[in-house]
């Protein structure tokens, strides 16, 4: 599998990053994310991390090597071939062993201030939040970001999940809006190329979404998935080719970081009723918090 051509193109307000990809599984296909013009000084358009990462897994699938005509991470590199294939192939039976390789590594260090989570209105994200935000006094720890990604968590049809996504959007948005943090909305193709559905291997879509913005964030919180660790150790092989989050989460995210976006799960110290009990008396809870995973396609809680 070849990825090239990292292109940028301007759009009415929007800035979109794209790339070719070329498989002898999957054919000639663009893969794109697309972020709002007045975040384009947050955008990464020098390295190619986010395309490794959210490529890594169909390549894997598809049995092909993964070149990237560019440049990325050195760290994330050799990270992925050393430690997260194996990891990933003790996940999935069916993930086959490949060598990814780039044209060049660096070690780039961004000057970025950014501290983020993403915000979907569950109990998993509002934890975070709760946690690292209305909590947390150290500015260097605490949140100062908030995203929200379209990489498959409203669905595997482009044209339905794209409403879904933006009405969600347009619904929660109102919530950054008081706390006054930035909620930046990234929108892609990425989950087009993951037909096992968003649950599956959500870690590594939504990794590559935050980076994406690598210039930006310099810490990034991952909520988890509503076990603790005691769960997880528990429960982790019923999960297995499911779900990998709960498969091994707090050993994965800690490879995909880069020299400059580090990755943590945040959460997994509570079970999904401690974090219900936790946010029980966060106010903004009782007017935003949505924990519909249904198909529909309606931004309203079900």
């Not at 993964?66 to 996940?91: A, C, E, Q, R, T």
Request: aromatic fraction near 12%; charge should be negative.
């Amino acid at each position: 599998m070849y990825i090239k051509g990292v292109e940028i193109t301007h759009q009415d307000d929007k800035l979109t990053l794209s790339v070719a990809i070329e498989s002898k599984s999957l054919g000639h296909k663009t893969l794109w994310f697309a972020v709002p013009k007045i975040y384009e000084k947050h955008v990464c358009t020098t390295q190619m991390d986010a395309f490794l990462v959210g490529m890594l897994f169909p390549a894997m699938m598809c049995g092909e090597d993964l070149y990237l005509d560019g440049v990325v991470s050195k760290k994330l590199l050799f990270n992925v071939n050393k430690y997260v294939i194996p990891l990933l192939m003790s996940f999935s039976s069916a993930a086959k062993k490949i060598t990814v390789t780039a044209k060049e590594s660096n070690e780039q260090g961004f000057d970025n201030t950014g501290i983020g989570t993403g915000f979907s209105g569950g109990v998993d994200s509002f934890n975070a939040i709760h946690e690292l935000l209305v909590k947390q006094t150290d500015p260097t720890l605490k949140i100062n970001t908030l995203l929200f990604l379209n990489v498959g968590s409203h669905g595997g049809k482009e044209e339905s999940a794209k409403l879904k996504y933006l009405q969600r959007y347009n619904h929660l948005k109102s919530y950054p809006e008081e706390i006054n943090l930035d909620y930046i909305p990234i929108d892609s193709n990425l989950h087009t190329f993951h037909p096992w559905g968003h649950e599956k291997i959500h870690t590594l879509t939504g990794v590559a979404g935050v980076l994406v913005l690598q210039k930006h964030f310099s810490k990034y919180y991952y909520a988890s998935a509503g076990f603790n660790y005691t769960q997880i150790i528990n429960f982790s092989q019923k999960y297995r080719d499911k779900d990998v989050g709960i498969y091994c989460d707090p050993i994965l995210l800690p490879l995909l970081s880069t020299e400059s976006t580090e990755f943590y799960q945040e959460g997994a110290a509570y079970s999904r009723v401690d974090k219900i009990v936790d946010i029980s008396n966060y106010e903004p809870t009782y007017r935003y918090l949505n924990v519909c995973v249904s198909g529909d396609d309606t931004h309203e809680n079900c």
